[in-house]
Every structure is written in C-alpha cells, then in structure tokens.
C-alpha cells in the first residue's frame, strides 16, 4: 500500500503541501469544497498581490498546474469531508459532494484558510445598506473586472476613504485578534487606485499602520510619497449617508477633533475569521482550536505546523491570519513535518 | 561522492536547517563564526522567547542537540568563509579560523542572521553616556542573571520607559524598514518587568503598535490590561539627564502637547540590520542584496528562500526581521528548496 496523506483545502498553503508532499514521495488526495482551486487568491479574484504586485491569476496558475500535472496528487473539487474514522494511526475520511468515496490517509493536512469578515455584522459601517460601502475584497473584484466606479450611480469617485481594522482588534465584534495583512493590502489598493484616479482624494482611517517589515517603505511610505495617500488616525464612530454619499463620523484621534467627511467611496479593511468550516473539520480530526477558533499551534517553535494530534497538520491561514507567501511556506513546512512523522512510523 | 551542503549560520535557521537537511539524506557543513551555536539567542541569552512565554535555553538546546547528534552534521563553530569558488554546480569554500580547510558543497543555506542597531550611532538616545539608557537585549541579559536594578546606582528602578523603533522606520539613521518584533518584544519585557516590579510605572513611547496577528491581545492588550503598562504615542526628540535620572523630551502626539519626563531607567527598542558578515558573504556567494542591505528573496511567492544565484539558499533574518518562529519556518522551507534543486541534479 502507498502511503497517503489527505490534504484538505485548495488555496496555497493546501496546492503548496499538496505538491511538495509528492515530491517528498507521498500520495495525496487534495479535497476542496469548492469547485475550483486557489482559496481566497481565486474567490476573490485578487489581481495584484501584496507585497511586491506580483501577478495573482500567474501565481495560481502555477500552483494548479503543478498539482493537476502531477499523478501522485489526486484533485477532489467540489468535495468535503463527512465523517473520520482513525484506526492504528490510518485515518479513514467519507468525502462527500462530487468524490462520495472513503479514502485512507497516513497523515492529514488541514489547510482550510479564512473567510474575510461580513461588515454587515457590525451595524455602525453602513455596509448593506450604503452601496458606496464597499468591502476591500470587493474593491479587488472591481480591479479584476473593469474601471474604478461608484457602485450607486457609475461615477468615478472623487473621493475614496479606507478604514482599517475592521472585524479586527475589535472586543465587541468578538475579534481581538489582529489580521495582520490589511494594512499592507489597503496600501497596496490605495497605490493602485491612484493610477486609476490621479486627482482622487484618498485618506486611510487607521488605529495603528502595520506594514512590518519590508512592507514599511515598500507599501505605506510608498503609498504617502508617491501616491499622495493621506493618513488619519481616526476612530470611526459610525458611517452615515448624506446626498447619495457615505460620511464618515468619528474622532481624528492625532488632531484631537471630531470629523464629519463625506466620502464617494469607502473601502472597509475587512479582517480574516476562521474559515465556516474549520470548527467543524476541527472536531471531525479532534484538533484544538486556539481562543479565537482558529486550529491551534502546538508547537510553533518546533514546527508551525503541529497540533495536538498526531498525524494531522495545518498549514496557512486555518491557523490564523497571514500573508499569501506566508501560508505557502507553511505548506512546505507541513510536509515536512508530514514526512518526517511517516519515516518514523514506516520505511518511505 | 556524498551529497553535501554548506549552511552558514548557527542561529535557529541554521540549526534547522541543518538538520533537516540531514532528515533529507543530505550530508552538511554547518559553519558558525562564533564559539557557540544559537545565534542572537545565545548571544544575548534570551531567557523568555515572544509571543509564548517560551524557554530560550529549551529551544537551544533541543535545537544545537540535534545537529551535534546528528552523525550528517559536521559542526564547525570558530569558523569563518574565506574564498569561495564554484565549478559545475560544486562550491569549494575555503574556512578559515578554527577550521581551516577546503570544503565541498553542492549548495549553500546563508543564514547569517541580524545584528541589533547600535543606538549609540544616533546620538538624540543618550546611550552609552547615560548609565540607565540600556537597549531591549541588555535588559534580556539582566532578566537572565539577576534582578532589575538600575546600572548607575544598583537602586530598584520606579519608573521605567521603552523607546520603540529605535533604529528603525528612520531614514535620518539609513533604516526605512521596520523591525517586526520589537513592539512585541517589548510589550513581552514589560510582562516580565511587571513580575519583578510590581508598583513601577511602565511607559512605552511608540509611533504604531505592531503586535500584528495573534500577538494582539496575547502581548500588547495584556501588557496594558493586566500588567498596567501605560502606551503613549510619542516622538522622542531627545533623551537627556538630570539629576542622576534620564529624561526623555519629545511630543505626545494623542494629546498634543510636548513632554519632559524623568526615568530610573530607559529601555531602547533596537531593531535589526543585517548582520555584520551579510555584506562580505553575499559578494562571495554572488547574491543580490535587497534595498536596505538583507539578501534579496528572488521570489517569495515561490520559495521564500530562492536567491538570485542557483545553489544559494537563504533562511531566517538574513533575508530580513524576523521572528524566531519564522526563521525555524525558513530553515525548513530552504532545505526542501535545496533538496528539490539537488534532485533535479543528482539522483538523491
């Protein structure tokens, strides 16, 4: 019998594990409840990635490829998991949707991702009820599909305010976590949003600006210096609409003032949650959640991808939010830890 | 002929590194220039590692026994990279100090780590003329051998103040990057500080929070809500003494007002440059450095330890900040870089 591991999740930290495990000399089964692959990268249909605005659609494209050239992975969109069975350290997985068969697995990767954060939870944002209000993932799609336009009437906005941290660093939301990538993106889209729109006014509503490392000068000066995006560290009371156009209310934290500023378009830095499925894959593999439900780390500094059982990993932002080349080195680091779990149970 | 590999660098990346490698069926050099394995660890004995509370001595030491047991692993600490020439795809690295010998190597890892910014150079700090102006690794090396105490007197500090991004987000001292970790670093010293002291005043003067992800609520609302440990946003103009005490001059930027106050003792959050030997070892390896002087990643979104140069690797805070957990990523990342280039060489 070969030995097999089921990697579950199709973004790039599951494509990635998927494609080194059979280079290691692993059998794969890659299961993804959707019916295509990419994660996040395709759902969304992101264009330009932060940070370096390297190609999207180029990075998955070679991603896929990989995966679906390769005879040792075998790709079950469309797919997901039912019921897991774990006997003498084999784990038998019932998929159900498109592949309804039980596969045995030696080793398992969780690599099921994030959901971005539903603004409509939080009432004060105006998002659902504003058209202007846009989510930053959707500010994505429209840089994938056409020009830059007010959702309301088509107008090129004049106009556009980001605000940050929304879903996240928020107790009343239930998110006190930080999602780590928003800052950079909006600086990435505000940087891109300039060469649609030379003489638009862009302004960031922030708490705190989190563009680590080199994604500092890169992305936030960047953003300042040559593209002329202006800073506000601000707290967003509400979002109202006046004349057809969404204002922003809150307090210019810096200047020590309340604002009141009408806006033609407001994009909403929308954080990262677990994904809906990870609570349940969780309990289905008997894998701990950290506080924020999130599959919890049990080593980090051993090995990112360790939890608390034995045989079953996890890769990429199933663990907590982070960046795209982030969750690919985590399904490298996955399969290491895959490889090496599996040389100490059977000779590969 | 063996299959070998040259790791430069006994931090953690390198350590992991090595001995994953080694787990791949590869033979391996690891060359240190110190005395002692562990890197910046070692060298400035952090005792409590971010974001978990973890055992410093605990990560070494299962870290620098693994290579030292590893009958693949030939340790060579004392020794330095002298020439190096490669012929065929084969680098002939000539050490030099404890070592003194002509190796061959197929590959190279260069994880040659960070040094912490010197805050002397930029003389506003005051440090190295006011006794009680320390950066964040001595006050590592005071939790690690005995209590706090103020240096000039030996008197019970009351009042203690951390200085974020020093020597970093700063284009006057050359370094437009930000360092990653320190603000979590810091908040982590001042949990520990809290335990010592339990009435001191503890204030962190920042330009932004940067306790990204998880390290939220775990460091930085913690340290304010259950170690009382005050934030302000603030530039730090001038640290000057008086009356035998720091005084740290500059602009609270919430509140708007300029301030003057005393310290028993001031804490430089130093960031991180590229290590001493980064410069030297990337000429004779012949890879690119990126804009601010780390080795350049090639390509992140693929392997985020590609160089320009086929058969140089790199792993860890070479390549830029970086937390611990994500140089021992990194280590592993690169070993399967290296041995997906070697196989597609030789027949592993």
């Known amino acids: 019998m070969s030995t097999s591991v089921a990697v579950i999740g199709g973004g790039p930290a599951g494509l990635q594990a998927a494609a080194t495990l ?25 264009q330009v990635l932060m940070p370096d605005f390297s190609s999207g659609p180029e990075l998955l494209k070679r991603l896929i490829q990989t995966v679906n050239e390769d005879p040792h992975v075998k790709v079950y969109t469309g797919t997901t998991v039912g019921s897991v069975l774990e006997s003498d350290g084999t784990f038998h997985i019932q998929l159900e949707g498109a592949h309804q068969e039980s596969i045995k697995a030696q080793a398992v990767v ?53 605000i ?40 960031m509503f922030y708490m705190d600006v989190r563009t680590y490392g080199l994604w500092e000068d890169t992305l936030y000066w960047r953003s300042q210096e040559e593209a002329g995006v202006v800073y506000v560290k601000g707290r967003i009371a509400e979002v109202t609409q006046l004349h057809g156009r969404p204002v922003l209310k809150g307090e210019d934290t810096l200047v020590r003032g309340p604002f009141e500023w009408p806006f033609d378009l407001v994009v909403l830095a929308a954080g990262m949650e677990p994904s809906r499925g990870t609570h349940d894959l969780a309990q289905k593999f008997q894998v701990s959640l950290e506080s924020h439900g999130f599959i919890q780390q049990a080593s980090p500094m051993q090995n990112a991808s360790l939890t608390n059982r034995p045989g079953v990993f996890v890769a990429g932002a199933a663990s907590g939010p982070k960046a795209i080349e982030d969750s690919i080195a985590e399904g ?3 399969s290491l830890a895959v490889y090496e779990y599996l040389k100490a149970k059977v000779t590969l």
Chains 1, 2 share one sequence.
């Open 164 to 203: 940050y941290c929304v879903g996240s660093r928020d107790r009343q939301v239930g998110n006190t976590y930080c999602s780590r990538v928003c800052c950079a993106v909006s600086a990435k889209q505000a940087i891109e949003l300039r060469q649609q729109l030379p003489k638009a006014r862009i302004s």
């Open 22 to 46: 059979s280079h290691l000399g692993l059998d794969v089964t890659l299961v993804e409840q959707q019916n295509f692959l990419g994660g996040a990268v395709a759902r969304h249909q992101y």
């Open 332 to 334: 490298d680091v996955a």
């Open 110 to 162: 969780l690599a099921t991702g994030f959901d971005h954060f539903n603004p409509a939870r939080d009432g004060k944002y105006g998002y659902g009820l504003f058209p202007d209000v846009i989510t930053g993932a959707e500010l994505e799609e429209m840089f994938a599909k056409g020009p830059i336009r007010r959702p309301s009437n088509g107008e090129i906005p004049e106009s556009v305010a980001f």
